[in-house]
Each structure stands twice: as C-alpha cells, then as structure tokens.
Nanobody, 123 residues
Framework: QVQLVESGGGLVQAGGSLRLSCAAS????????MGWFRQAPGKEREFVAG???????VYTNSVKGRFTISTDNFKNTLYLQMNSLKPEDTAVYFC?????????????????WGQGTQVTVSS
C-alpha cells in the first residue's frame, strides 16, 4: 500500500508559477511510475505528466514546455513545477503511482492516488 499526499496548490494569476509536491510512503519509491493528473469541474480526469526511472518523462501536449515533472528519491517526493500558468490549467491536481516500468497515460492504470490539491489560475 502506498499513501500519497499532495501539497502546493493555490490561487495564482495567469502567467504565474506554482510547484506541487506529492509525498509518498513507498519504501521503494524509485520502483514506482509516478504521474500527475488533473480534473476540472464537469470534466474527466486527464493525464498531465508522468515519470519513471527507465521510461523517463511524458507530458500531455498542452503542458509541454511549461510544466516539469521530477522526483527526489531521497525524500520520496514527486514534484510538478508549473510555469506560465493559464486559466485553463485550473483544476484539482492528483498524484498517482503504479508499480511499473512504462508510464501509463490513463487514470485506470494507476493503483494509488492522493487526495488532490486545488490549483486556480485567474485571468
């Protein structure tokens, strides 16, 4: 069982930045594929970015060049640096984990989820 706790969400103006963190309880954190998803009101949960030790990083097209996913294996923590934020980035952001090698891009492929953190970007 892996417990995930997100933090770092908030309210920011368009063009601003936020860094999300996800603390994981996994004893073998580096063995897990980690992902960030987001869900806006009335919409399905969508893949944002994922990372694995072998597969590297994967991003959805709408965040490429603006968001950066990374991990600190000593701290068992996943990060999402979000720059040049847009109002359409407004959503609840979730981190997720799966014991795997490749990075899945659909929510049903992940086994463990955090509770989510709200990101609101004002225009």
């Amino acid at each position: 069982q892996v417990q995930l706790v997100e933090s770092g969400g908030g309210l920011v103006q368009a063009g601003g930045s936020l860094r999300l963190s996800c603390a994981a309880s996994a004893r073998t954190f580096s063995s897990y594929v980690m992902g960030w998803f987001r869900q806006a009101p009335g919409k399905e949960r969508e893949f944002v970015a994922g990372i694995s030790a072998i597969h590297g990083t994967v991003y959805t097209n709408s965040v490429k060049g603006r968001f950066t996913i990374s991990t600190d294996n000593f701290k068992n923590t996943l990060y999402l640096q979000m720059n040049s934020l847009k109002p359409e980035d407004t959503a609840v952001y979730f981190c997720a984990a799966r014991l795997s090698i490749v990075v899945p891009t659909t929510a049903d492929r992940y086994d463990f989820w955090g509770q989510g953190t709200q990101v609101t970007v004002s225009s």
